[in-house]
Structures are given as structure tokens and as C-alpha cells.
């Protein structure tokens, strides 16, 4: 029986009493939409009868859906199953994960380079399934790096990022890496404004010398995301994005905020305009523009990473400029649509004919339409201009308005059956309208302060719409308390009746700010379930233990090493000096599924390799003093895992130890 | 010997002939931890895993128990396997456009004795792979604990679960002895009515 938390007190309450609700002392249930609030979380419960068999994925059986949850602060992608909720993994992207050596072992330290050097996280924000002609397609998940600005391919065969793009002239990746109909395109643009190139400038001239920027990446070929073209725009601070589609195709909506310029306490002075900007680009003028010659190629420093397929070797490759057009030389490209009070999302219905703005502080939900947008800019119904971005009409671009919608509009996704859900911040609930009439026709609380929400599909041209996920800001008294720093909480919500019907309250690790979900059908059947020895061309590979071995070139000792059920050769390691540096080159010769091998060693300042089959990662150990230091497997691999260990042995320098490698008292190729 | 006989041993030998391409027969291994299971496939010029890396595996697991690795090239019936086959199929065409009692009687009489050769043989190499095990590099060692798989049927070997059973090309093969045994048989009758007549 849950116990009911103490300060959940029987009230019932009106939405729009606004002091109790900032107040914020109990949230729960909605006298509006016409349910008591029972109490607690039996209110919760109340209309949940049958969630239990809806969200009930019986041993063995499958989810219906992969959710890929963003992991915010800790740079990592988790994955879930839904409706079940259950988390099925952790994708490093942006972070060290000392789990499997990711950002650890030599081969995938590259991967988390950049043009400030080796950084070992990021707070990663936006999820973009890759998409053919609008729909998803289940090929890559990209994502966004915020801190340290980058984005990022993750190779859905494989479940792991094999690609990473800095973003040079960028500082908070935040509109990022929202897609284009056919994956042409993902976007990134700066939150921060900053000056371009980056230099040493007094803060406070902030409206003279500081500037954003709006990045379109090719992303269509893996191997090969590069930056197509830079725009550069006012210095606001630029955030979300959406693609358009239908009447909208070729152009992409970003949401901005701080069109005060301001460069302190933006709480305050960022929130003095009435309205601030929707920028609609129109990417493909851009590319004409490029095409026509325009633009200059800017000197930058930033970085490419990618990991070869074959040798699995990541690479970290320097680049040095990127194309930069400005909408003055190039008309046409991008208008400014004049949008209630700092809106965060600018979010796409499936028909691609209305543009949802989530204004965190407006009073209504502003909708603008694509084609009077069109009509608008053929007639020039011009307000101003801004650096040479017209600014359209209020008037003349919006649909309609949600009216009373609640609190602190944010983000706003679609079922594909004519309703927008949308969350809301402050009021803590999901409220779903209708396009079209733009009237209220549900409202359901979550538990507590819902960032973003996710429909399946509710991004694309056709929504899978069973479901809306609310990610939450703030966690309380959901679950067992586990000391101050608390878990996320995510809602799962039936959308496919009239009501919104709670099924599901999981927590998530880290902090997700958005996610998306495809049907499990279009991930599973092509999963990489090992790495083909034969295929494997990494330079340190041992395919058996034939051809494993231990090299000196100076003061660097390569050993390549084999793992196999149930143990390493060489296991008997002699020779090696204090002030080398050893290299664990470790190949998985099994060709199984599942069964992956690790090696650590004692007293390593590095982390653990976990070694798929087929596959080569390297550990670097640089030992300090003479002894002898055992390695073994790390990953229980077979019933005699235990057994599987060796020993390392290390003289001082100047000792004249012969370098030897041995398993079973035979000496390993290349052994001396 | 009947037109009916003729195109009996012609159908036979195009049924042995798909021996080239259909595996003979199937191991299956089940275990707790392999729910998708191993399995090997016995064809007429080699072993392979029903999986890529099945075989891999196999041996691989086969380790702990002393069991010699299973090396298809180290086997040399399966080099002179299909040449035999190959004649067998060759005179059987030879038989057929002859249309004599005798050739048939004796052909039949060799293909019976190749499968039984060949069920013995088959039967003789799981004994020495289940049996002759290297107790000195044995992991898991039980005394008196063999590993034959079973030639048809199904049989427990410590955590695995094997099943043996003809697969296509031994069904094949099988349905091609049967129409021999017809087609001889129909020979034989025919001759009676003649002579009768």
C-alpha cells in the first residue's frame, strides 16, 4: 500500500488561481476538467484502471517501442523500453563512462576530442531519430552536446556514437540537432550569443560585438557530417528548432529569446519584450545562395571524430574553416515571426501547416500558420527588419490562439489524429487542444513540472500517437527518497481515447530533456550482435592466440593480447620497466553473442576495457614501481571467469628482465 | 525394366544429386544460456555451423570437455564422399538408359550399402568426438560422462540439450533409396507378367 505523503492535502482548486499554484503545495488532480482531487496519489490513480495489463511486458516478451531518453548532465542517451519502462541501456556520447572504457581505452579517447582539447563530459540536451521522407527510420539517433558545442551520430546497429561534430562559433548548442525530412540536414545553433571569432571583448559591449549563428550539418552519410553553411544572425539566444514539412518543406523554425540583447540577469532583462522571434529559414534559398557564390569562408579550429567501422579505431581529424552567409547578401532566407514572450518550442503538426510556439511566460499558445507565412513574405507584410531579417506581422502569420491554456507553455507535440499535446511547466500537466478550433479538450497533471513531452513519431509526418510521455523537472516525494539528489520522473500516458489516461510513472537517469520513441520492429531486426574477426583491421589485432605477442619500441611495451572463454594469452608477462608505458592491446576472439570480455589491471589511473566479440580496445598502464601486478576479465564470462587472470611483472628500471610474454609456459609471437 | 522403373531412378538420382546443396543433417544444441541455440549441419563435403560462427562456438565450448576440435578439413570422408556419390548418381543415369534388371539390382544394392556405410561412419566419428576425450586438458571432468550426440533423436549432455535428425538432403537421400527399392521391385513384377503373357 503507498503511503500517502503528508503535505498531498484534499483541495480542490481551480486552475488559474495562480498564487496557490506557484506556491506549488499540492499539484495533483484537476478540479477543471471536472475530477475531484481525491487525496494524494490515489487522485493519480484514479483513472488508471488497467494500466497495470497496458504497461505489463510479460517475462521474454518485447516492448512495443525503443524511447531514447536525452541524459542531460550526464552526456549519456539511456534507453528505454515502453510501456514497460524499463531501462535497457546507457549510450556514452559526450562523457567518460568508466563501465565499458568509453572515452577510457585509446580507441575511443578521439572521440571526445575537440578544439579546446581531450573533454570528458557534456550535458546533452535533444534527441533526432533519422528520418526518410518525414517518417523514422530507425538508422541513427542524433544528439546534441550543449556545454562544449557538438553533435553527434549514434549508430542505431550498434547502439553506439561512431561520430562527433564540434561546432566551431558556438557556445550552448541548444537548438540542436533537430532533422530535416530526409536527414539532409540536422541544425545546431548558439544559445549564447558570443563575439565571432571568439576574442577578448568587454561583456558590456555585448550588442555590438557579440553574434549568433544557425549551423546546417550534413548528415545524411555517416563518416562525413560536416557544416554546410553557417548563418549568421542577431546576438539572441537561440532554442529549439523543428523542420517543416508539406506547405512548410525547405524551411526550419527556430525559437528565440533575449531579443532585449541582454548580458546580466536575464531572468529580468531578457523577459522585458512582449514578443520575441520565431526565425523561419529557408534552407533551401540558403543553399541557392551558396551555390550562387555567396558568403565567405571564415577561419575556425574544430573537430571531426569518427570511429572506422573496421579497425574501430576512432579518429580525430582538425578542421580549419566553414562557409558563412548573412541573410543581408543572401534575401530570402530567413524572417523573423514576432512570437509571445520567450518561446521555447516552435514545433511542427504532421501536416507541416502550423508552427506551435511554447512561450514559457505567455498567456496563450500562439500558432502560426506555414502558408500565410508564405502569403505573408510574397506580400512583404514587413514590420521591420532585423540585420537584415524582415520581421513579418504578428497578424499576418498567426493561425489562432490557445486560449487559457495554462502555465508556462513549453514544448507541444502531436497525435496525427488532429490534437496537439503540450506541455506545461508551471501548472504541472499536459494539456491537449485541437488544431484547428484551438480549444482545450484535456488536461492531465504530472508529477511535478513536465519539461518536455514526447509523442512517438509526434515530430514527424505521421505520429505513432499512442502514447505521451511527460519528462519531469522536479522528482519530490514520487518515489523512495534517496537522500537530496533525486532520480528524474517520466509519465507514461494512453493517448489513444479521448482522455489522456495515466499508465506509468518510471524514474530516468540524469536529467532528460527530450526523447524520441520508434516501434521496436524497425531497431531490432538489424542489430550487430558481434564484430567480425575476419573484418577486424585494427593495427595491434590478434585473431588468435597464435598471433599474440609482446613488442618494445623504446619505452612503449604493446602487448596484444587474446581473450576467449576462459582465459588471456599471454597470461605470463615478464620484462616490463618502470617508466614504460604499457599498451593491453585486447582482442575478443569469440564470434558469439553476448559474450563480451574486460581487463583491468591493479593500481591502473585508467578505467576497465569491456571487449566486445571481435572487437580490439586498448588499455594504456604506465606502472610506477617494481612488483607484480595481477589482470584479469572483468565481465563473468563462463563458469570459470574466475580463472581468468594473469600476471604482469615489473622491474626498475635499467633491470635486465628479458621481455616475455607466455601462457601455460609457451612463448607467445614476437616474444623476445 | 519398366518405362515406369526408368524415370523412378532418373527422379532418384536428380533427389541424390540435391545432396550437393542440402545439408544430410542437423544437430541442434540447446542450453540455458544459448536460448537461440547451436547447431551444426553434416553435409556430403563438410560441417558447418547453422549460424556463421556456430561451429566456433561449438569447439569452443567443446574445450572444457577435452572434446578434439571438430575440423571439417581433417575429415577425409568428406573429400571422397562426394565423388562416390557423384559415380553412384552417374551410374545410376547409366542404369536407367540401359534398362536392365541386373545393373539396377546392383546399383541398388550399392547405394543401400553406401548409406548404411555412410550412417556407420557418421555414427563411428560422433563415438571418437563423444569419447576419446584428453583428460589432461579437461576442464569439466565426470567420470564415466560421455558426449555422443545421438544419431536420431534427442539426449542431454550436461547443460546442453542435443537433437540429431536428417535434414533436407539425408530426407532426400532417403526418398531417393525408396524409389530405388520401387523401381526394383516394379522391375521384378513386370518381368512375371511377361513371362505369364
Known amino acids: 500500500m503507498p503511503m500517502l505523503h503528508p503535505y498531498v492535502l484534499e483541495v480542490p482548486m481551480s486552475w488559474f488561481s495562480r498564487s496557490r499554484l506557484i506556491t506549488g503545495a499540492a499539484l495533483v488532480g484537476t478540479a477543471a476538467v471536472g475530477y475531484a482531487c481525491a487525496g494524494g496519489r490515489s487522485a493519480s490513480l484514479a483513472g488508471t484502471a488497467g494500466a497495470a495489463e497496458r504497461t505489463y511486458v510479460a517475462p521474454g516478451e518485447y516492448d512495443e517501442l525503443y524511447a531514447f531518453l536525452s541524459g542531460g548532465f550526464n552526456g549519456q542517451v539511456g534507453v528505454y523500453g515502453l510501456p514497460s519502462g524499463r531501462l535497457l541501456k546507457l549510450i556514452p556520447v559526450f562523457s567518460q563512462h568508466a563501465e565499458n572504457g568509453w572515452g577510457y581505452s585509446e580507441e575511443t579517447k578521439p572521440m571526445l576530442e575537440t578544439s579546446y582539447g581531450f573533454i570528458p563530459w557534456d550535458d546533452l540536451h535533444h534527441t533526432a531519430l533519422s528520418q526518410t521522407n518525414g517518417e523514422d527510420d530507425g538508422r541513427w539517433l542524433f544528439v546534441n552536446g550543449n556545454n562544449t558545442p557538438r553533435v553527434a551520430r549514434i549508430d542505431l546497429t550498434t547502439f553506439e556514437a561512431n561520430e562527433i561534430l564540434e561546432i566551431p562559433n558556438a557556445a550552448g548548442n541548444h537548438a540542436s540537432p533537430f532533422v530535416t525530412e530526409n536527414t539532409e540536414y540536422i541544425v545546431s545553433s548558439t544559445r549564447f550569443s558570443i563575439p565571432m571569432p571568439n576574442r577578448d571583448v568587454p561583456i558590456a559591449e555585448y550588442r555590438a560585438q557579440f553574434k549568433g549563428q544557425i549551423s546546417f550539418i550534413t548528415a545524411d552519410q555517416p563518416g562525413k557530417m560536416d557544416i554546410a553553411f553557417q548563418i549568421i544572425v542577431p546576438g539572441f539566444n537561440y532554442d529549439l528548432a523543428r523542420a517543416g514539412k508539406g506547405p512548410s518543406a525547405g524551411w526550419m523554425f527556430f525559437s528565440s529569446y533575449n531579443s532585449e540583447q541582454a548580458n546580466t540577469l536575464l531572468e529580468v532583462n531578457a523577459s522585458q519584450n512582449d514578443k520575441d522571434y520565431i526565425g523561419a529559414v529557408n534552407y533551401r534559398a540558403a543553399e541557392a545562395c551558396v551555390k550562387a557564390g555567396k558568403g565567405t569562408r571564415a577561419a575556425v579550429d574544430y573537430r571531426h571524430n569518427y570511429m572506422d567501422e573496421f579497425s574501430r579505431v576512432a579518429r580525430s581529424n582538425r578542421r580549419t574553416s566553414v562557409l558563412q552567409i548573412t541573410p543581408a547578401e543572401c534575401p530570402g532566407i530567413m524572417y523573423y515571426m514576432p512570437t509571445p514572450k520567450s518561446p521555447h518550442g516552435a514545433d511542427v503538426d504532421p501536416s507541416g501547416e502550423y508552427i506551435v510556439a511554447g512561450g514559457k511566460l505567455a498567456a496563450v499558445i500562439p500558432v502560426h500558420s506555414a502558408t500565410k507565412m508564405l502569403a505573408a513574405i510574397k506580400n512583404k507584410e514587413f514590420e521591420g527588419e532585423l540585420e537584415g531579417i524582415p520581421v513579418l506581422r504578428y497578424a499576418s502569420t498567426i493561425a489562432g490562439e490557445v486560449q487559457e491554456p495554462g502555465l508556462g507553455p513549453l514544448h507541444t507535440e502531436f497525435d496525427g489524429k488532429g490534437y496537439a499535446y503540450t506541455s506545461m511547466f508551471l501548472s504541472s500537466e499536459i494539456v491537449k487542444w485541437k488544431l484547428g478550433t484551438w480549444e ?218 628479458a621481455l616475455t610474454a607466455t601462457t601455460n609456459n609457451k612463448t607467445a609471437a614476437g616474444g623476445n | 525394366m519398366t518405362s515406369r522403373a526408368r524415370w523412378l531412378i532418373i527422379v532418384a538420382a ?106 556407420f561412419d557418421y555414427w563411428r566419428w560422433g563415438y571418437d568426438y563423444g569419447h576419446n576425450l584428453d583428460m589432461s586438458i579437461a576442464i569439466i571432468k565426470i567420470p564415466g560422462m560421455t558426449y555422443q550426440p545421438p544419431l536420431i533423436g534427442s539426449k542431454k549432455l550436461l547443460n546442453f540439450y542435443a537433437t540429431s535428425w536428417p535434414a533436407s538432403g539425408g530426407i532426400a537421400l532417403g526418398l531417393a533409396a525408396g524409389l530405388v527399392a520401387l523401381a526394383a521391385f516394379d522391375s521384378r513384377r513386370r518381368r512375371v507378367t511377361l513371362e505369364e503373357a
Open chain 1, 440 to 657: 482545450v479538450v484535456d488536461r492531465a497533471p504530472t508529477y511535478y513540472s513536465v519539461g518536455h513531452l514526447m509523442i512517438p513519431g509526434g515530430g514527424t509526418r505521421k505520429p505513432y500517437g499512442r502514447y505521451v510521455l511527460a519528462m519531469n523537472k522536479i522528482t519530490k516525494d514520487r518515489y523512495l527518497p534517496t537522500g537530496p539528489e533525486l532520480a528524474h520522473s517520466a509519465q507514461l500516458y494512453d493517448i489513444s481515447g479521448e482522455r489522456m489516461q495515466l499508465l506509468l510513472d518510471f524514474p530516468t537517469i540524469g536529467e532528460p530533456h527530450y526523447a524520441n520513441a520508434i516501434e521496436a520492429s524497425l531497431v531490432r531486426e538489424r542489430q550487430v550482435r558481434f564484430y567480425s574477426l575476419a573484418e577486424n583491421r585494427h593495427p595491434q589485432l590478434a585473431r588468435s592466440a597464435r598471433e599474440s605477442g609482446i613488442e618494445r619500441t623504446g619505452k612503449m611495451v604493446h602487448v596484444r593480447m587474446t581473450a576467449v572463454r576462459s582465459h588471456m594469452t599471454p597470461d605470463n608477462i615478464e620484462g616490463i620497466l618502470v617508466g614504460d608505458t604499457v599498451m593491453f592491446h585486447v582482442t575478443n576472439i569469440e564470434q558469439d553473442w553476448d559474450v563480451p570480455h574486460g581487463f583491468a589491471i591493479l593500481g591502473a589511473q585508467n578505467a576497465e576495457l569491456l571487449v566486445m566479440p571481435g572487437e580490439t580496445r586498448t588499455l594504456r598502464w604506465i606502472p610506477a614501481k617494481p612488483g607484480v601486478y595481477p589482470f584479469y576479465c572483468t565481465d563473468f564470462c563462463s563458469a570459470l571467469h574466475q580463472e581468468m587472470q594473469g600476471y604482469a611483472r615489473v622491474s626498475p628500471a635499467g633491470a635486465t628482465v
Open chain 2, 14 to 119: 536428380a533427389l541424390m544429386a540435391t545432396v550437393y546443396v542440402l545439408p544430410l543433417w542437423r544437430v541442434r544444441l540447446i542450453a540455458p544460456q544459448y536460448p537461440e541455440g547451436l547447431g551444426m549441419l553434416i553435409r556430403v563435403n563438410g560441417v558447418d555451423g547453422i549460424k556463421p560462427n556456430d561451429l566456433n562456438s561449438i569447439n569452443n565450448l567443446n574445450h572444457y570437455i577435452g572434446m578434439k576440435e571438430i575440423v571439417p578439413d581433417a575429415i577425409p570422408e568428406l573429400k571422397w564422399m562426394p565423388w562416390i556419390l557423384g559415380a553412384l548418381i552417374a551410374t545410376g543415369l547409366l542404369v536407367a538408359a540401359l534398362g536392365k534388371r541386373l545393373p539396377l539390382f546392383l546399383w541398388g544394392g550399392a547405394l543401400a550399402l553406401l548409406l548404411v556405410a555412410g550412417l
